[in-house]
């Protein structure tokens, strides 16, 4: 059976390497991780399965790290990871949703490779590591050491390697492509929903020469009255003959993702709309030009923030977050945002959305910028002009 | 600004009635929901936010619920949800991915409605309930009972009513087309992700009369090899002229799904792999045949079973789970699962993915069936034949 690994074992080899040292920094013996997007990371493992209890195992004492899922995904396990058999562990059907805790199965693991006494990293804050989840493991593991670990393996994902930014690079190619044909398809009188379609199908087809996959969340097409409203799900209603589109959306490679977005405006814009647009473009080069190695997040936001002020707008929520590997329900790494208090020093190979989106009493407009930073400033990580486009 | 419903008022306000009166069976003051159907259900709300802290507070106390949730998605609430101003809460964008816990404010609300010492209800087991969100709600609510109401409203919404079941007839549909167009462009050659995008175009593009939205989980495209793994990832490759192709895939209409799988040979099937999709669609049958009210869940398994031991197979997964309003990550209401021991009685308007999928050794197959219970037996909520399809 073929295996299908998108990174070489040494580069796997060397996150694992990065993750023991941090252990140890942190005193951690077992570290068990549930965010599918670190079991990735760690492993390569690649389903979607991750809505039943699933989680990779990191020990000091063991080179491979354990995958441990449900039985019926375990041959995925063996497709997409590296491990070998006995790091592959699965759980009978009968713990799937029952009164059965697959909790227990992975608490026998920690104390087979570890003892009972070790101390146990968890992630806290993890969309997969319910309340249940740790309450479970915690009477399983009595005698065990808890500590939040949350967030340590995406700390080390916020570099990526050159393989990685090549992942990007390709699923920006992707974001452009699902970004023309969705301004190709927006005109007076085509449902929302049919807008939806060509944008999916293109985020699956790729391009001729690699093909798309499923995204972290949605797309976000947000019409009329919703363009205020940056996270609404679309109709089935005809847009009207002069009307806003706002569209966030998002190109993934082999679970790596680059998020855009653009307004397209169904007829002419007013001209307080147009300059609105004029000066969010102009705050978004100027945030992009103050991207630097050595730069922080913070100053990122002020250069943004300043030319902004200049023409009187303000705006609310973050100017911006790293991207990279991702899972539903969202992309966010939840390490560095590009806001005001975030000193996170600026490293070649991060990659951010600086999401320029503005949402004001009246006016919603989103024109934005992926990238990564590379030794001397910052790479565009997607081509379509920053810019309002007019249908 | 309008507002958008898809259900009456008073469905609504029978909804809410029912949980308060399961809550004050449990002694539960306050429920706090973290899962996004069971917000949905209670309110109507509708955005896809929900991968940051948001919530629903139902107290026995007021009659209406609060939504409680990020700034920039209170519009998304007022556009929704019935609720009036006072009961939808945001929170600053200062919470987000920050040191602050958005469950600092929940717990102010939650003192405001019931008070320091109310006996409060949460999911334990719920995906955006995470061991941080309960581990905060404790802190800040240091004299509240906690008790674990996960699954409470989702056993509620097991019935649906007939509002809720024509929706389902609609994502029946959606499925159908979706799974049309697939048998369509499945050949020798085609792309594996051209094959996802069809299926997700017309995902979104729904009918002529309707359109679609975004499911809550990708369709499952397994080819080849990966027909033995249920939950693999689709690639690039073209398909072989002689291939099994795994396909289960999704239909939504207003976050209703409607599951649907069905195996495409490419190319003739051996004789051995036709005789067993004979079997399964035998079994299908004798399963589907003993739907009916007060029959139980593993009456029905066991229907299933006894014909497919017949021919000297078994399943080792559950035979089905009841399906209906859902979000990423996943469909399954946790509720009911057509298995031996699940001793719930059927009654009408419960909805079910009969998953009658096998994965053997060296085969996998997949010919499913949704549906509804009616009053005398079920009702099929998708019309494509039950056979294997042969391109």
Chains 1, 2 share one sequence.
């Not at 309450?135 to 670990?149: H, Q, V």
């Not at 992009?288 to 943004?304: I, N, T």
């Not at 992309?331 to 999401?355: I, Q, Y």
Request: proline share 6%; hydrophobic share 40%; glycine share 8%.
């Amino acid at each position: 059976m073929e295996k299908e690994l998108h990174f070489e074992r040494s580069e796997f080899a060397t996150r694992v390497t990065s993750v023991k040292k941090e252990m140890e920094k942190r005193d951690i013996d077992t570290l068990l991780l549930s965010e599918p997007a670190n079991a990735n990371y760690l492993t390569g493992y690649d389903a979607y399965s991750f809505y039943v209890p699933q989680m990779v195992v990191v020990a000091l004492d063991r080179e491979e790290p354990i995958w441990v899922g449900r039985g019926m995904d375990g041959i995925s396990a063996f497709m997409t990871t590296y491990l070998s058999d006995d790091s592959i562990r699965t759980y009978a059907d009968a713990y799937v949703q029952s009164a059965l805790s697959p909790y227990d199965f992975v608490a026998e693991i920690v104390k087979e490779i570890a003892g009972r006494k070790t101390r146990v990293g968890v992630e806290m804050g993890g969309y997969y590591y319910s309340a249940r989840a740790h309450s479970d493991l915690m009477k399983a593991l009595p005698e065990a050491t808890f500590i939040d670990a949350d967030l340590l393996v995406n700390w080390i994902r916020l570099v990526k390697s050159p393989a990685e930014v090549a992942l990007m690079r390709q699923a920006g190619r992707i974001a452009e492509a699902m970004m023309y044909r969705a301004v190709d398809t927006i005109e007076p009188g085509a449902r929302e929903c049919d807008i939806a379609a060509v944008i999916y199908h293109q985020m699956m087809a790729g391009t001729p020469e690699f093909g798309g996959t499923y995204t972290c969340s949605p797309p976000y097409l947000c019409v009329g009255e919703k363009a205020l409203a940056p996270h609404a799900a679309w109709t089935d209603k005809p847009l009207l003959p002069s009307t806003i589109v706002n569209l966030e959306l998002f190109g993934n490679r082999h679970r790596y993702q680059v998020n855009l977005a653009r307004t397209i405006c169904v007829g002419k814009p007013s001209p307080n709309y147009q300059k609105l647009a004029d000066v969010v473009v102009e705050s978004l080069n100027a945030g992009l030009d103050a991207v630097a190695p050595g730069k922080s997040a913070e100053e990122v936001h002020a250069a943004f923030a300043k030319t902004l002020a200049k023409h009187g707008h303000e705006k609310d929520s973050r100017l911006g977050y790293s991207l990279g590997l991702g899972y539903p329900p969202a992309v966010g790494e939840k390490t560095v945002s590009l806001r005001k208090g975030d000193k996170t020093v600026l490293r070649p190979g991060m990659c951010f959305h600086m999401m320029s989106g503005l949402w004001l009493e009246n006016d919603g407009i989103t024109i934005t910028q992926p990238f990564v930073v590379t030794e001397t400033g910052h790479e565009p990580l997607t081509k379509i002009p920053r810019q309002l486009f007019v249908k």
